[in-house]
């Protein structure tokens, strides 16, 4: 059943992936598509830059030398953080070499030429810089005690100081709207055992509440579009440059209770919707705040090496739990199947009115390869995880014949990875008749002519290569 | 010498003392006061502000919790009834933890003068009620406060050193030096009290070490020469200058001083275009064709009549403007043989005026090395030694010492000046002069926005502060450190520039190069100081600023404090407004109180003179839409009337100088002149006792050099203002806003729909409110800043 079934699903399964991936675009191209009028609208769309209510941090962490200790001072602490100032003094040594040349010829050109185009002087430096910094980079690795130096920025949402002096009613309210970070003689400070200061606890304490806030917001305004919760960027510079290596993460908010109708229909199933995580009695409870714990979220990661050219892609769902060594963590245990995305469908058949079945998704695993971007493969799903049930339409909620198979899985991940392919295939053909076409109106040939032309064209080069 | 608590205890009572005779004020509290945070405390002070040790600062906490479970809670604890500030506990464990008793002494003991200093602050402030029970309070508090500081310092050094490494250490020391000491105590109840007191939105640190100044005599003068006929006059010099001068060194000018009669004829001659005599050149009239006193002709005039010193740190200083200025000073020494000139001139940061800029510097430093003996120096202060104006993530990225690295290499000198700022957001952007500072008669201070070159300077619009009296040292000496660390890095890098100022003038210390303006003879014997200074007016200035080491950052809070006072009406005039903690503290002050109006005039988003500059003040639209959201809130962009713009597109195509007629104030007014009192000021001369007779309260003005935006706020740049509190000061201010704010030729108001976003934008689905809030985002998000909480 579930086989005939997938290539009908797939088109929206590579949607899904897709607007997970690009969250933030995604939203404006839904929202093109479905205008709201006056401030709900743009209450909604604000949302994926920056709610009006929610405020934003930027925190960055510096890999710690491990010779440091409790007995040595700031300025010893500092001192002894020679891996980074020997990377540091690289930086500046090249930056040295290539700033008065970027400045020379961009800056001064302003006064001379009077155009300049920016991007591209700035292109062209930026790269100058990285290539000589590489080399530079690649030298250390002969140096003794040279060790990887990793950096992660994390952006997440921040709840108002301010508004959590006036919940606490603290000692001295009213104090944030004054630098804090200058010398005050006064201030609240945390009265519990557990100060958590570790970079995982500060922002894990900061954007807790922050993130929850984010969510109910969204809900209130109805979102029916992804929305960046937060993002996390690792990087670990290596003195084997090769090995330096990234880490992205981005914590999207899942949109509630939209729906998508499906045209085709298969002899077994005919899918109906895309259903997201909507709670039974969500119009009652519209202001209700999420817990975070509850709450839905699809979890983007990216990761790779300088030296690599696939970038794996992992997506999973499930409410946030923790934020730890790897990024925003998905909430431990058995993930409730009102977190995740599914597909909604009802068999076709005699009984295709009083069952349904839905397929909610727990993990899409994709591997991204420039290298294969060539013969369409750029993109393949490489894990699946689905959770399938199927319930009477009377009881919505009520399920029975739940399984989650891996060979269930691996047909869907293998139909998906098709319709990947057909799609990247259909684009190419797609790009291939445009520029034909237009070649042939602008010049007046045949199209057939034209597409002779062209493959004699590129066998020329490819002769000449 | 008095000790600080003897000199609080003389402070109140010595102005009531000397009323009957000759009115004067003691000046030696507010500045031994400040002197000891840029002596005693100026490590502790320097570390509490470096972004890099505070990093390693919560690195070392870290490890202290692995090692000592619970570290942070039994430190908080036994801490905390003492030291109710998470920056001075850190830094105290840290100390003395780490055996550097020396310096957990004086993190605690700065702490303690910042207590009581902030009870004076509070005892002092014009804008509290005097029949406040809390002020009173305050007032009875402030010498034991001080007394008590003072005794806790002296066990604290002897404590500290004696009682080890050890993490019960750091409470013995307290309970000896703070739980013995009563007055200890009572300062924290009290200052723990008077914040947590209903409806207190004041300021949790010290606005100003140097408190109150009553006694001023000021006069805002708000003139500028930014008429067609200026604009007309000044740019065939100012393209002289660039295009004759913009490339010339200090030794091909030094070449044409053969001799001191030759180094005023020989460079700016008649013959190029400019004037006979200094005071020939047009920008400086005393007065303008309405009677009213000019900026320029104002400070020219004092200048004229110097007799010790003059003092100038200005961020602009060039074109024809700055070369009259130049030659002015330099007859000045020539015909007083007492004169001494002290100029600092930020030479990173010339941003698109380097032409101009370039050839007045080099004439001086020129005149100042070919004649040491003439007793006029110019060097370029350290601005390096601030924190960055960028968001902390900038110190990730490249720390001082690295960029110090790069800058200190010769062979980046051309970098330097084509970058045309300093590469980490550093400078020095006060505005500020001093003549005769260390007169009792005749000293006289300008604190404004006025810059002195012709393309940005002398066609703007700018105010200035004229002030005399006892506030007069008090702000010449807060540029005694930026003088000795400028002198100190010249003689690094021209010893014989200042070697010959030595030699020639017969002094044996850069100390004692400054003891003319050195107003706590610090060179010599302090005790000698004379501190009481003549009271000369009713005007009381308090001063913020960011210093030379970044350790004093008050403009920001002095702002917030401020308007948190207000009751009737907020005037904002700036050029730019986009701090996100100012314009909090402003929306919850808006939503406070109801009845409050403010008004906004801002310089405009885009470039009048050159089309393609739409949005050459864009950040300053960052919040306009929220705070319009209030309702309470009138906002208008500043236009360039059209005769003017007539003429700087006439002689832009002449001579190819852009002149910028930039809004350039910096001002905010609290309680002045209220918009239904506008219509009063049209008699302005005539009205000024009707108006000062609705002033109940007294109003206060900031005037001064600090712009409300973020990168201004954060320190990196040296900013200094003052807040007046006077009548005719704030009158002439508002009367001036409110003629500029209700003509149509002069200003336009703020609307969304009007910000004409290049199609590309729009094309892309991005509106004006949506490219508000990317522009706001993107400032809270690097910053580290919250914002927007309130508004719905």
């Known amino acids: 059943m579930a086989n005939r079934a997938l290539l009908n699903i797939n088109r929206t399964f590579l949607a899904f992936l897709l607007s997970f991936a690009i969250a933030p675009s995604f939203a404006k191209a839904q929202a093109d598509e479905a205008p709201r009028t006056g401030a709900d609208f743009y209450k909604c769309m604000s949302m994926n830059i920056g709610s009006e209510n929610t405020n934003w941090s930027m925190f960055i962490s510096k890999s710690v030398p491990e010779e440091i200790n409790a007995q040595m001072t700031v300025d010893e602490i500092l001192e002894s953080m020679t891996v980074q100032k020997e990377i540091e003094k690289i930086v500046v040594d090249v930056a040295q070499q290539n700033i008065a040349r970027f400045v020379g010829t961009s800056f001064s050109s302003i006064r001379v030429k009077k155009e300049y185009n920016f991007v591209t002087e700035f292109t062209h430096s930026v790269r100058l810089f990285t290539r000589h910094l590489k080399m530079r980079l690649s030298q250390i690795k002969r140096k003794n005690g040279a060790k990887p130096i990793s950096f992660q920025i994390v952006f997440s949402p921040k709840v108002s100081e301010t508004l959590l002096d006036r919940r606490n009613d603290g000692e001295v309210p009213r104090l944030s709207i004054y630098p804090t970070d200058r010398f005050v003689i006064m201030q609240q400070m945390p009265d519990s055992d557990a100060v958590p200061i570790s970079f995982e606890n500060r922002i894990q304490r900061t954007s807790t509440e922050g993130i929850n806030l984010l969510a109910s917001k969204s809900l209130a305004c109805g979102s029916s579009n992804p929305y960046l919760v937060a993002a996390m960027i690792g990087l670990t510079i290596s003195p084997e440059t090769e090995s330096s290596s990234f880490k992205a993460q981005l914590v999207v908010g899942m949109p509630m209770g939209i729906t998508m109708p499906f045209i085709q229909e298969n002899d077994q199933i005919r899918f109906t919707s895309v259903v997201m995580p909507k709670k039974v009695n969500d119009q009652a409870d519209i202001n209700k705040i999420y817990d975070i714990s509850e709450f839905p979220m699809a979890f983007v990661n990216l990761s790779g090496t300088l030296a690599a050219p696939q970038v794996p892609l992992l997506v999973r769902f499930g409410g946030i739990g923790t934020f730890g060594q790897n990024g925003f963590e998905r909430t431990s245990g058995e993930i409730l199947r009102s977190q995740v995305p599914r597909l909604r469908g009802t068999p076709v058949g005699k009984i295709k009115n009083m069952l349904s079945v839905d397929f909610s998704i727990y993990n899409i695993a994709a591997m991204i390869d420039y290298a294969k971007y060539a013969t369409n493969d750029a993109l393949e799903i490489k894990e699946l995880n689905l959770y399938i049930s199927a319930g009477v339409n009377a009881l919505a909620e009520v399920k029975f014949g739940m399984f989650n198979k891996k060979e269930i899985d691996d047909q869907f991940k293998s139909e998906i990875n098709k319709t990947i392919k057909t799609m990247i295939e259909q684009q190419t053909k797609d790009l291939k008749e445009k520029v034909v076409n237009k070649i042939a109106e602008d010049t007046q040939i045949k199209n057939s002519e034209v597409e002779e032309l062209l493959k004699s064209i590129f066998l020329a080069i490819k002769e000449k290569k | ?792």
Not at chain 2, 262 to 289: C, M, Q, R, Y
Not at chain 2, 427 to 440: A, E, L, Q
Not at chain 2, 612 to 633: E, M, R
Not at chain 2, 742 to 753: G, L, P, V, W
């Open chain 2, 1 to 792: 010498m008095k000790t600080l608590s003897a000199i609080a205890i003389t402070i109140l009572f010595s102005i009531g003392a000397f009323a009957q005779t000759v009115p004067t004020y003691d000046i030696s509290m507010p500045l031994l006061l400040r002197e000891k945070f840029y002596t005693s405390f100026i490590e502790t002070q320097k570390n509490f502000n470096s972004i890099e040790k505070n990093e390693a600062l919560k690195m070392w906490k870290e490890l202290q919790n692995k090692q000592t479970p619970k570290f942070n809670y039994f430190l908080n604890k036994k801490l905390k009834p003492y030291i109710k500030s998470q920056l001075i506990i850190d830094w105290y464990a840290h100390y003395q933890m780490t055996g550097q008793t020396q310096k957990s002494a004086e993190v605690l003991s700065s702490y303690f003068y910042s207590l009581a200093a902030f009870l004076w602050e509070y005892s002092e402030n014009p804008r509290i009620s005097e029949a406040s029970r809390e002020k009173t309070a305050a007032q009875s508090a402030v010498a034991l406060a001080f007394q008590s500081a003072q005794q806790a310092e002296t066990c604290l050094y002897r404590k500290t050193a004696a009682a080890g490494k050890s993490f019960e250490a750091l409470s013995t020391i307290l309970n000896e030096c703070a739980q013995a000491n009563a007055g200890i105590i009572q300062m924290l109840q009290l200052a723990s009290q008077l914040m947590n007191t209903r409806g207190y939105s004041g300021p949790n640190q010290v606005l100003s070490l140097t408190g109150f100044t009553p006694g001023n005599k000021v006069e805002q003068i708000t003139q500028n020469n930014y008429e067609a006929e200026f604009i007309h006059y000044m740019a065939p010099m100012t393209s002289t200058v660039q295009k004759l001068y913009g490339n010339m060194k200090v030794s091909d000018f030094k070449a044409r001083m053969v001799t001191r009669a030759a180094a005023l004829t020989s460079s700016f001659t008649v013959e190029e275009g400019f004037p006979l005599k200094p005071s020939d050149h047009l920008n400086w009239i005393l007065t303008k064709k309405d009677g009213q006193k000019n900026i320029y002709g104002s400070i020219f005039k004092s200048i004229e009549n110097a007799q010790q010193t003059v003092f100038i740190d200005v961020f602009f200083l060039g074109g024809s403007v700055g070369a009259s200025l130049a030659k002015h000073l330099i007859e000045q020494v020539q015909k007083k043989p007492n004169l001494w000139v002290y100029i600092i001139n930020d030479r990173f940061n010339p941003l698109a005026y380097e032409l101009e800029m370039a050839p007045v510097y080099n004439y001086l430093r020129a005149y100042s090395e070919k004649f040491p003996e003439d007793r006029l120096m110019i060097m370029t202060p350290r601005i390096d030694l601030k924190r960055t104006a960028f968001p902390p993530i900038a110190e990730a990225i490249i720390n001082d010492q690295s960029l110090k690295y790069i800058l200190s290499d010769r062979s980046q000198e051309d970098l330097k000046l084509q970058l045309g700022f300093y590469p980490k957001g550093k400078s020095d952007h006060s505005k500020v002069m001093v003549i005769d500072g260390k007169n009792k008669i005749g000293g006289t201070a300008y604190v404004g926005s006025k810059n002195f070159t012709d393309s940005s300077g002398a066609v703007a619009y700018d105010e200035v502060t004229k002030i005399e009296g006892p506030a007069v040292p008090i702000i010449l000496d807060s540029y005694y450190y930026d003088l000795l660390e400028a002198l100190k890095e010249a003689s690094r890098l021209a010893p014989e520039y200042v070697s010959d100022l030595l030699k020639k003038n017969a002094k044996a210390s850069i100390a004692q190069l400054l003891a003319p303006i050195d107003i706590l003879n610090r060179y010599a014997d302090r005790s000698t100081v004379d501190f009481k200074w003549p009271m000369l007016g009713h005007a009381t200035i308090s001063i913020g600023e960011n210093n030379v080491y970044g350790t004093i950052r008050t403009a920001l809070p002095q702002d917030i404090a401020l308007i948190n006072t207000a009751e009737k009406q907020i005037i904002i005039s700036d050029q730019y407004l986009y701090d996100p903690l100012f314009l909090r503290a402003l929306i919850e002050k808006i939503q406070k109180n109801q009845n409050l109006k403010v008004y906004i005039m801002l310089a405009a988003m885009e470039d009048q003179l050159d089309s393609a500059k739409k949005f050459a003040h864009i950040p300053n639209i960052s919040y306009i839409d929220t705070l319009k959201a209030t309702g309470q809130v009138k906002a208008k962009w500043k236009k360039i009337p059209e005769v003017e713009l007539v003429a700087l597109k006439e002689v832009s195509q002449k001579y190819g100088v852009k002149l910028a007629h930039d809004y350039h104030l910096k001002s905010i007014s609290v309680d002045g002149v209220t918009a239904d009192q506008a219509g009063l000021c049209r008699q302005r001369f005539q009205s000024t006792k009707e108006l000062i007779n609705t002033m109940i309260k007294i109003p206060a003005l900031v005037s001064g050099s600090a712009n409300k935006d973020v990168l201004t706020m954060t320190g990196g740049f040296r900013e200094f203002q003052v807040v007046v509190y006077d009548r005719e000061a704030t009158i002439a201010h508002d009367c001036l806003f409110w003629e500029r704010f209700n003509d149509a030729d002069q200003s336009k108001e703020i609307r969304n729909e009007t910000m004409n976003l290049p199609t590309e934008l729009i094309k892309a689905g991005i509106d004006e409110k949506m490219f508000n809030q990317i522009i706001r985002n993107a400032i809270n998000i690097s910053y580290g800043t919250i914002t927007g909480y309130f508004v719905d």
